[in-house]
């Protein structure tokens, strides 16, 4: 963000921040995310209310949270997160993350947010680990709007698997070529469309941190 934008996004956050950790606002924009779209995740509501508190704050310590935030609210939600040393064998955990838990509110749903959410999700993890090149991504195969989402980001289909409860899932893929993420139009055009979203819609984009 421009050191404008994220000073005016650090004053809202400021002025309406519930006094929550933000693993409690994690747990909470999780349920909510579950709640309103069980379609698009394979957890339950059950699966989140077991978690305890400290499950919360490790998920924040050990991947990238971003989140869209209106007031005492989440309204969106996205993380990447390292691939696992033992299932994900065919990635390069140096330059490889898997983008996962995606959501919307739906109130706030078909204004473009999902797709600037993500953007500024690869964004965020570019900058921390200047040697991730790709991206990847599970959608189930019913989600057409999800999946039409991910291919205007760039997202390339590789393959389907089945997973549990008889859905299937497509693998989709994101490389970042050198001249797209060192383009500084793209940087501001996706700046410039978070800025509008803070004036339109009262909402600002920023990262989970753990807190002491």
């Known amino acids: 963000m421009t050191s404008h934008a994220y ?3 650090r004053l809202f956050v400021a002025r309406h921040q519930p006094a929550l950790r933000d693993a409690e606002l ?3 924009a999780i349920r909510k995310s579950i709640s309103t ?3 698009a995740f394979l957890k339950t509501v059950d699966d989140v209310d077991n978690k305890s508190m400290d499950y919360w704050e ?3 310590d050990s991947s990238t949270w971003v989140v869209i935030q209106r007031r005492r609210e989440v309204v969106g939600i996205a993380v990447s997160r390292w691939p696992d040393y033992e299932i994900d064998r065919d990635v390069d955990p140096t330059t490889t993350r898997f983008i996962e838990s995606v959501w919307i509110s739906p109130k706030l749903r078909r204004h473009g947010m999902g797709e600037r959410l993500v953007r500024y999700l690869i964004e965020v993890e570019c900058k921390r680990y200047e040697d991730v090149k790709q991206f990847l991504l599970c959608v189930f195969k019913e989600n057409d ?4 989402l991910y291919e205007r980001i760039g997202f390339m289909h590789e393959h389907e698997q089945q997973v549990m409860r008889g859905k299937t899932e497509l693998r ?3 490389l970042m070529k050198l001249d797209a993420a060192a383009n500084p139009s793209n940087l501001e055009a996706n700046q410039a469309g978070r800025q509008e979203d803070l004036r339109q819609f009262g909402v600002a984009y920023r990262i989970l941190r753990v807190t002491a």
């Open 7 to 9: 000073r005016a996004a």
């Open 26 to 28: 994690l747990q909470r």
């Open 37 to 39: 779209s069980p379609e």
């Open 58 to 60: 490790k998920e924040i």
């Open 145 to 148: 709007r999800a999946i039409g």
């Open 172 to 174: 989709v893929e994101y």
